[in-house]
């Protein structure tokens, strides 16, 4: 079964910025990868997500124009960089794989049978 894990969490100032990067047991060949977080008392939160063939990219409006999701299937991982780092982007940010077939744009939050990752904590605090 597909394993995920996410690294590159940790603490951050505001301002500043992170990469995020999903990196699974095998290969991420024709997986759609998206990106959610979930902060303290909240719902979870869909991000971002990338397809494999096309590479098109989705953006929630929360992060549009601070995110950019990327991949590297050479390393089976996926990244996620986020500038301009708020303390409202605190939160437990998970990556999740859709292994059904791809679709034109991926939705946001990405749906359908998903393989998640264990999350990776952010805090943007001065």
């Known amino acids: 079964q597909l394993q995920l894990v996410e690294s590159g969490g940790g603490l951050v100032q505001p301002g500043g910025s992170l990469r995020l990067s999903c990196t699974a047991n095998g290969s991420l060949d024709y997986f759609t990868i998206g990106w959610f977080r979930q902060a303290p008392g909240k719902e979870r939160e869909g991000l971002s997500c990338?397809?494999?063939?096309?590479?098109?990219?989705n953006y929630a409006d929360s992060v549009k124009g601070r995110a950019t999701i990327s991949r590297d299937d050479a390393k089976n991982t996926v990244f996620l960089r986020i500038d301009r780092l708020k303390p409202e982007d605190t939160a437990v940010y998970y990556c999740?794989?859709?292994?059904?077939?791809?679709?034109?744009?991926?939705?946001?939050?990405?749906?359908?049978?998903?393989?998640w990752g264990q999350g990776t904590q952010v805090t943007v605090s001065s």
């Open positions: 990338i397809t494999y063939y096309n590479l098109n990219t």
């Open positions: 999740a794989a859709f292994g059904g077939p791809e679709p034109a744009i991926c939705p946001v939050p990405l749906d359908g049978h998903l393989f």
